[in-house]
């Protein structure tokens, strides 16, 4: 059994939603979460020489055209999203046994995300934690996107929202015991895991809003900004909505303030900021 900090060197991390969120919020989260980092693409790569090297002593039986094809996709991650989910697609038809399908599949699910193609991201994320239920990369990956996309009142989204939520805790849990590899730098390691345990409490935020536990949304909201190394634009819109609801209108005004500072979200956010000036103006907020 792979340790956790293995399963991260094979794997990768790559809108309507329940509070009627702008449509925008769609292109703003692929944009920031639909391409895998360098370290990922390091870590990938530490994968194939892992195997290389553990191939005379005969405890991974190599296959060379799967190797050649799983190398040609870690030389496609700079590709586009359609581009990476043909390439998986092939290799997961052609190799239906290989070792590197957790990998491959954590792929699919965060190109399928990038893509937008919502079913697909479930279906390959369910698949890769199947394949590897310590999957830090897809498991933080979908604790933030399931809530995103699932309304509680739809059909299976309760059931849907709980996995969301397990997804979320288990990462939390499970990231933090990470040893790091010795390829990685220190910084880059801590930065690549607290990326992934900001999308957790991401998703974690969100839920709790959903349950109106604005409190406990607040809380998992700040984390999510505070250990992000580029904090999403959507977290800083829900962490205002947060703040609002918990009448900490001079907090909201500086959430939606990051919000609208670039990207989709702008004028959704700086129309938000205005109306939570106005609630400052004329209320007495719990700074």
């Known amino acids: 059994m792979a340790t956790p900090a293995i399963k991260l060197l094979a ?15 769609f292109g703003a989260q692929n944009a920031s979460v639909g391409s895998e980092s360098g370290l990922d693409r390091a870590m990938q790569q530490n994968a194939v020489k892992t195997d290389e090297m553990m191939q005379p002593n005969g405890k991974v039986k190599v296959n060379k055209a799967e190797e050649n094809a799983y190398k040609a996709l870690l030389a496609a991650q700079n590709g586009d999203p359609a581009t990476r989910i043909q390439i998986c697609e092939d290799f997961a038809a052609k190799f239906p046994t290989s070792h ?7 792929v699919l699910t965060s190109s399928y995300f990038a893509a937008g193609n919502t079913d697909k991201m479930f279906t390959s994320g369910s698949k890769a934690i199947q394949l590897d ?47 790091k590899p010795a390829t990685i730098d220190e910084a880059s ?3 690549a895991k607290n990326d992934k345990l900001a999308l957790a409490h991401s998703g974690l935020g969100l839920i709790d809003f959903d349950r109106q536990k604005y409190d406990d949304a607040r809380a998992e909201l700040m984390q999510a900004v505070q250990l992000a190394s580029s904090p999403d634009p959507v977290d800083y819109y829900l962490l205002g909505n947060a703040d609002m609801k918990n009448g900490h209108y001079e907090d909201a005004v500086a959430a939606y303030d990051k919000c609208a ?27």
């Open 133 to 179: 239920p310590q999957n830090v990369d897809v498991m933080s990956l979908l604790a933030m996107a399931i809530p995103r996309r699932v309304k509680a009142t739809t059909p299976d989204g309760a059931q849907q929202l709980q996995t969301a939520e397990a997804y979320a805790h288990r990462a939390i849990e499970v990231i933090p015991t990470m040893t």
């Open 11 to 25: 794997s990768l991390l790559g809108l309507a939603i329940a509070l009627s969120l702008p449509a925008c919020i």
């Open 189 to 191: 390691f801590e930065k």
């Open 261 to 287: 500072a670039s990207g989709p979200m702008t004028t959704v956010c700086k129309s938000r900021g205005e109306s939570a000036k106005h609630d400052l103006e004329t209320n007495v907020g719990r700074q």
């Open 100 to 106: 590197y399908l957790p990998a491959v599949y954590g």
